[in-house]
């Protein structure tokens, strides 16, 4: 029977939803999950190929902003939902929605798409490159103690519960996220997402919990955790398992840190999603009873590549050219010159010229944000050096001092 490929209907939500479940592994979301997700989802931005009444495949974007190195935010289409079914594989169906969705986001002008990637092999030929990190820590609090700055000590902290304390979170959430490459600015309605407490997320540990730090009656930081008690012959050795940590300022933040080394009946603080460059690692006494792990987090892909690389500044004046491989976007193909000045203001535009630098549109896009260099892309064969000096020109331009970071899934 013909498949077809075509924009989701409101009424088929439910269908369509059902069909990504299944696609993962069959496991239901809950009734909470369902309903935050049916909310969120832009029906006019969401594909599904049908196989007579069956849906066999799914693929959805949310509109988003995403910071860039310099502040600016960049429209950018969040790749989600994305599945085939089990029954319809190697029959092209992937390719025709990547096909679909990236010509439609460039149709909307929006320069990236963006994706977090269940299996990071499948998105690389859709020219998608790992651009961000994520560090995961597992501390053992019993040996590890923390050095906090001044004025620690005059953070107030209190207990807060996690749907009423959601705005303030969002509000330093989005205090913060001009100075973190990678973060997205989200819509209304995705502050509900930090929230949202299914009872299967738990894994035996309590409900979600949620501490704010304020100075002079102003939030200025907070937490999300979970705690899950444990016992030995020994005594207590219960984890509590951190969500978010987020701050304002150092003293804020260590003493939100200092708070969840500090938990009653607790001997593990664990956080899965962290930005390699977090502070907490300067705070511990002994970063080797951290458990440091270190994965591949937000994928970037360059839809129009002269606006992508003209929305973000650069760290060091550079004029490069660049021979672009592009063969799934063939837009993009081709020399581009980019040129900065000292303020990091960029120019990127076509040429002729002779090219500097030669790669493909995946390796531009996991050095977008900054976290990845050129250098130790072209170490591995990815960049060629077409000009003397040109990789090392092009490295220091496309660094940041921050390192991108993805602090929420989506």
Known sequence: ????????????????????????????????????????????????????????????A???????????????????????????????????????QLDDVRALGEPLAVLTASEPAIYGRFGYGAATRQMSLEIDTDRVRLTVPDGTDEVRLRYAKPDEAAAACEDVYERLLTGRPGAPAHGPGWERKAVVDPASARQGASSLQCVLAERDGEV????????????????????????????LDPAAYAALWRFLFGIDLTSTVEARNRPAD????????????????????????LVEVGAALEARTYRAPVDVVLEVEDAFCPWNAGRWRLTADASGAASCGRTDDPADLALSVRELATAYLGGTSVVSLARAGRVRELRAGAVEEASLAFSSAVEPWLPRGF
């Open 62 to 100: 949310f509109s988003f902003r995403l910071a860039v190195p310099g502040g600016a935010l960049v429209p950018a289409a969040g790749v989600t939902m994305v599945s085939v079914a089990a029954t319809h594989r190697r029959r092209g169906l992937l390719t025709s929605m990547m096909r679909r």
């Open 1 to 60: 029977m013909t498949t077809e490929l075509r924009v989701l209907r409101p009424s088929e939500w439910n269908e369509w939803f059902a069909s990504l479940e299944l696609a993962f592994g069959g496991v239901l979301e809950s009734p909470e999950e369902r309903e935050l997700w049916d909310s969120l989802t832009e029906h006019k931005r969401s594909l599904g190929v049908w196989d007579g009444s069956d849906v066999v495949a799914t693929a959805g």
């Open 220 to 247: 200025v930081g907070c937490t999300t955790f979970r705690v899950k008690p444990a016992w030995d012959k020994a005594g207590p050795k219960g984890r509590v398992t951190v969500d978010d940590v987020s701050a």
């Open 278 to 301: 977090d502070a907490v690692l300067h705070l511990v006494s002994d970063v080797r009873r951290c458990n440091i792990g270190v994965r591949d987090s937000l994928h970037v892909r």
